[in-house]
C-alpha cells in the first residue's frame, strides 16, 4: 500500500476539508453515531485549526484524516462542550491550565478501504503529537475509545483522572466508552512509549520523508508532508 500525509492549515486547502468531513461522517454513521462535537463544521475556515489527511499517492482518496484545533476566544475544543454534557468542571479544569496555547487532537477517522493498517490508530497519533510543537502548541488534549487508548498511551498521552469517571465518559452516545487525555510537555515528551518518541522526534526533524513502515497489516509506503505553511501558522 502506498499513502502520503498531509499537514496544513485548515483555511489553506477547503475542498479537501470537505472531503475529509464527507469521510468522517460516513465513519461515524457506520457505526450508528449521528451527532458529534468534533463533527461539525465551525473549524472549517478557522485559523488556529491544522488539518492531517491520509490520502492516496495521487491525492483522489482519502483514507482518513483528523486535525489539531486549538483552543481561541471564537472556539472552544470539541471536546469541552462534549464532556459538560456529563461534567462541567471541564470547562473550569481548562480555564485552571493556564494561560498557554493548548489544542485538541480531534476527528480522527480512517476509512473501512485502509482497516487494520493502523492509520487512524498509530500513524495519525504520531503526526498530530509530531506537528504540535510546530504551531506552537504548549498542550494536547483528546478524547479517546478503549481501542486506540493503547496507541496514545505510547506517544506520550496521560488519563486525565480529574474528569468524569476517573477520565472516562460515556460518548459520543450510550454505551461508547471515551477517555480524556492529555500531554503537558510536548518538546520531551516523558511519558511517551522510547521507540515512539524517537519516531516521533524523526518526524519533528525530518516532516518531508518517504519511509517504509510496518504497521499492523504488513508493510506501507508513506511518503510525509507535513511540513505546514509558516505564513499559516498563528503563534
Not at 483555511?11 to 469521510?23: A, M, Q, T, V
Not at 456529563?86 to 485552571?96: G, H, K, L, R
Not at 504520531?126 to 487508548?149: E, H, W
Amino acid at each position: 500500500m502506498i499513502a502520503r500525509i498531509r499537514a496544513y492549515s485548515a483555511p489553506e486547502d477547503i475542498e479537501n476539508n470537505l472531503r475529509y468531513i464527507d469521510g468522517h461522517r460516513k465513519v461515524l454513521e457506520s457505526y450508528g453515531v449521528k451527532q458529534v462535537t468534533s463533527a461539525n463544521h465551525t473549524w472549517l475556515h478557522d485559523p488556529n485549526t491544522y488539518m492531517i489527511i491520509v490520502e492516496s499517492e495521487d491525492g483522489e482518496k482519502i483514507y482518513g484524516g483528523g486535525r489539531i484545533q486549538v483552543r481561541s476566544a471564537n472556539l472552544k475544543m470539541p471536546m469541552e462542550d462534549a464532556i459538560a454534557k456529563i461534567d462541567d468542571s471541564i470547562y473550569s479544569y481548562v480555564d485552571n491550565l493556564g494561560d498557554i496555547k493548548i489544542a485538541e487532537f480531534c476527528g480522527l477517522f480512517n476509512s473501512k478501504e485502509v482497516a487494520g493498517y493502523g492509520i487512524g490508530s498509530i500513524f495519525l497519533g504520531r503526526i498530530g503529537v509530531a506537528i504540535s510543537t510546530q504551531i506552537g502548541v504548549n498542550y494536547l488534549m483528546a478524547l479517546c475509545s478503549p481501542a486506540t487508548l493503547r496507541n496514545c498511551t505510547r506517544v506520550g498521552f496521560e488519563i486525565v483522572r480529574d474528569l468524569g469517571k476517573n477520565g472516562t465518559f460515556y460518548y459520543p452516545k450510550e454505551g461508547l466508552i471515551a477517555t480524556a487525555l492529555l500531554i503537558k510537555d510536548l518538546d520531551n515528551l516523558p511519558f511517551a512509549n522510547a521507540e515512539e518518541r524517537d519516531r516521533i522526534m524523526d518526524l519533528r526533524l525530518n516532516p518531508l520523508q518517504h519511509t517504509l513502515e510496518t504497521g499492523p497489516k504488513g508493510e506501507m509506503n508513506i511518503f510525509y508532508e507535513t511540513k505546514i505553511n509558516p505564513l499559516y501558522i498563528n503563534i
